[in-house]
Structures are given as structure tokens and as C-alpha cells.
């Protein structure tokens, strides 16, 4: 069973290396970079919510298995597009501000997610719940990017920073 834990994340490796490449390609069709951006977190995160939230509703370990792999894969295309779209709508003198606050949301979300996670499993005595909060977190990412992630309309001049 040891062997089996390292498939998912040498899935999600494929998949962090191929983020930049993906978001690269579209841009070079769409000649939009926020557009190119966006469309690979709202896929992927999207693709990751059903697959996370499916993967708790199988009961055998290849099922599994797979949708946990896909579901990181996914996950781990978006790695690097998070940190180039802060770069893409933030003015460049609050880039290392935005980048440090987003740090601090994955970092508390990293220590809150196992006590919610736990609490869930107690209460329920399932992790069903937990895979389709997981899934549900995710799906809210992908609309919060493609709802709430705009082009800068003004740009500041480096004496107002």
C-alpha cells in the first residue's frame, strides 16, 4: 500500500511541470494572458472539485486511487499560475505584499484543514463529507477566479506606492 501513497503525487508532479507550458500555449492562441491564466485555474480547479469530491465515494483502492491522482494532477497544473497571475494584476510595487498574504491564506488554510477535516470525520464517522467539502472549496476557487479576478484598471506611478 506504501508504493500506491507515491502515485498521486508523482502524478501531481507531471502536472506542476506542465502548468507554466499550458497557460503558455493558450496565451500564445488567445494572445490574452489574464484570459490564458484564468482558463487554466478554472478548469483545472474545476476538474479537481469533481474528481476530489467523487474520490470520496468509492470504496475500493484503485478508484480511488485514480480520482485522488487526477484531482492532484489537476490541482498541481494551477501551482504556478497562482504566483504569475498575482504578478499579471497587481501593481508591481504590492506584489511581494499580495504574494506574502496569499502565502498567509494557503499556510492557514494548511493548519485549519486537518482540525475541519477531523471534526468532519468524528462527526460523521465517514470521510465522504470531507472529500465533498474538499471538492466543494475547490469549485469556490474556480469561481472566485473567474468572478472576481479582473485586469487593473488603474496603475499606480511608482511614487504612490
Known amino acids: 500500500m506504501s508504493l500506491t501513497t507515491m502515485i498521486p503525487w508523482?502524478?501531481?508532479?507531471?502536472g506542476l511541470a506542465l502548468g507554466g507550458y499550458i497557460s503558455d500555449k493558450i496565451f500564445k492562441l488567445t494572445g490574452r494572458l489574464l484570459l490564458s491564466r484564468k482558463i487554466v485555474l478554472v478548469v483545472c480547479l474545476l476538474m479537481a472539485a469533481i474528481c476530489v469530491g467523487l474520490a470520496g465515494t468509492v470504496s475500493s483502492v484503485v478508484p480511488a486511487v485514480l480520482l485522488m491522482s487526477v484531482s492532484i494532477f489537476f490541482l498541481y497544473v494551477t501551482g504556478a499560475i497562482y504566483w504569475a497571475i498575482i504578478q499579471d494584476v497587481v501593481h508591481k510595487s504590492r506584489v511581494g505584499g499580495a504574494s506574502g498574504f496569499i502565502h498567509?491564506?494557503?499556510s492557514v488554510s494548511g493548519i485549519v484543514g486537518p482540525i475541519v477535516t477531523g471534526y468532519i470525520v468524528q462527526?460523521?464517522?465517514?470521510?465522504?463529507?470531507?472529500?465533498?467539502?474538499?471538492?466543494?472549496?475547490?469549485?469556490?476557487?474556480a469561481l472566485l477566479v473567474?468572478?472576481?479576478i479582473k485586469t487593473p484598471r488603474v496603475t499606480m506611478k511608482a511614487s504612490q506606492a
Open 123 to 141: 462527526s460523521t464517522g465517514k470521510f465522504d463529507s470531507a472529500f465533498v467539502l474538499a471538492g466543494t472549496i475547490a469549485a469556490l476557487g
Open 146 to 148: 473567474l468572478f472576481v
Open 104 to 106: 498567509l491564506i494557503g
Open 10 to 14: 508523482i502524478v501531481g508532479f507531471v
